[in-house]
């Protein structure tokens, strides 16, 4: 069974940069479509950026996921972080190879990691 933990998160000011790591046991991450989700105060997960099995990395705007086929590891860099950035920040994992937007059509879940972005 496939299990994530995240790490990274913290406050940090805005325009700055925030690498979150996302480290996978249980099964190599290589079979899994990839995403990143982002939590705020009284709203639902809402999905990122995602990566499918066959991509190393993915871009989107500010975003870049990034996947480390040796440690099994995928990454999340945020760029020129704004306050809206700041919530809970979640990995998230799917047996497919198409990505997905809700919450519901992934299967493993990390416990997240909480991101401040405030002067």
């Known amino acids: 069974q496939l299990q994530l933990v995240e790490s990274g998160g913290g406050l940090v000011q805005p325009g700055g940069s925030l690498r979150l790591s996302c480290v996978a046991s249980?099964?190599?991450?290589?079979?899994?479509?990839i995403a990143w989700f982002l939590q705020v105060p009284g709203k639902e997960r809402e999905a990122i950026i995602c990566?499918?099995?066959s991509a190393t990395t993915a871009v989107r705007g500010r975003f870049v996921l990034s996947r480390d086929k040796s440690t099994n590891t995928v990454s999340l860099r945020v760029n020129n972080l704004k306050s809206s950035d700041t919530g809970v920040y979640y990995c998230?994992?799917?047996?497919?190879?198409?990505?997905?937007?809700?919450?519901?059509?992934?299967?493993?879940w990390g416990q997240g990691t909480q991101v401040t972005v405030s002067s």
């Open positions: 998230a994992a799917r047996i497919s190879k198409t990505c997905a937007a809700k919450p519901s059509e992934f299967t493993s």
């Open positions: 249980g099964d190599t991450l290589d079979n899994y479509t």
């Open positions: 990566a499918k099995t």
